[in-house]
């Protein structure tokens, strides 16, 4: 059995810990009804941005329109989105075990050939993949310090000349899209080449291009893929503080569960430590009355 002096310094331990995950609980929850509010806010437009990008570009590779040309698959770039922290339950390992599975189960070949390069955002998908010597863009990792539509731009806009200039030929994305604080669903979305519209799902509006086609699918294409990206972001980023939200409220629930456990035991102890005391002190007087 511990001794008192243990258990209670125990005590205090776990009373400094639960305090701390209740402050980043507050904190994740503030956090969370800002990004949570952007994220649903960004949908509507994205969704419809996406679709107006698929009518005109996907399956389409006339003339200057390389947004939808499907090459043959000898290297890819995956965009690894994760956190700069930890503390958020199991939200970085599920991207970095998406992030695996698709080069095991896709681009095992790419792979052994060294022709599959991480883009990572956020510290900690950069550290892990750096320290396991996959080839690495880092340009991008810093991304959530201070996420602004302009950095997801400058991102969208450098994949956007890579694959246009041959670089990768295929670039998808893995993150985890925002469902509810509790639920966060690991998402694989290609981003180039665009992907055409599925076959019953196409647009029944006819559009009107106005001056020409050519200049719009140059304009609003960009446009378009800068705005998904962003919105994989926001959705990355909403996902984060409610898996942190969740994992901390948890925390500071076991904490609790820990706390009487160990004030039970401090109980007990101080209870045989009075017993002892009080059987010596009887057996003291006994020795006093056979003497």
């Known amino acids: 059995m511990p001794s008192l002096k243990e258990v209670k310094t125990r005590i205090g331990s776990v009373i400094s810990t639960q305090q701390i995950t209740k402050a980043m609980k507050m904190v994740a929850a503030a956090k969370l009804r800002k990004s949570q509010d952007r994220i649903i806010q960004m949908r509507p437009f ?4 996406t679709a107006i990008l698929q009518n005109l570009s996907g399956g389409n590779t006339d003339g200057d329109n390389w947004y939808g040309k499907v090459r043959t698959e000898e290297k890819i770039l995956i965009v690894a989105i994760n956190s700069d922290r930890g503390l958020c339950g199991s939200f970085n390992s599920n991207t970095v075990k998406g992030v695996l599975r698709l080069i095991e189960e896709k681009y095992s070949t790419q ?3 060294k022709n599959v390069t991480i883009l990572p955002i956020g510290k900690k ?4 993949f750096t320290k396991r010597n996959f080839p690495v863009q880092v340009d991008y990792a810093t991304m959530f310090h201070g996420l602004t539509f ?3 731009a400058e ?4 994949m956007m ?3 246009k200039n041959g670089e990768y030929d ?3 994305i893995v993150y985890n899209q925002f469902k509810n604080v509790a639920t966060q669903v690991l998402v694989v979305e290609q981003f180039l080449p665009v992907l055409p519209i599925e076959k019953g799902k196409a647009s029944e509006i006819d559009y009107i291009f106005q001056p020409n086609k050519e200049e719009i699918i140059a304009g609003i294409i960009p446009k378009s893929l800068k705005v998904q990206l962003f919105k994989t972001l926001l959705d990355s980023n909403a996902s984060e503080n409610g898996a942190r939200m969740t994992a901390m409220d948890k925390a500071n629930e076991n904490a609790g569960e820990l706390l009487k456990e160990l004030k039970l035991t401090y ?3 101080r209870q045989a430590a009075i017993t002892k005391e009080i059987l010596e002190i009887v057996a003291g007087a006994e020795a006093l009355k056979s003497a």
């Open 150 to 152: 302009e950095k997801s």
């Open 161 to 163: 000349d890579a694959f």
């Open 111 to 113: 792979h052994a050939k």
């Open 267 to 269: 109980n007990r102890t």
């Open 155 to 158: 991102a969208a806009a450098f």
């Open 170 to 172: 295929k670039i998808e």
């Open 46 to 49: 994205a969704k419809k941005m």
């Open 125 to 128: 998908a950069l550290d892990f």
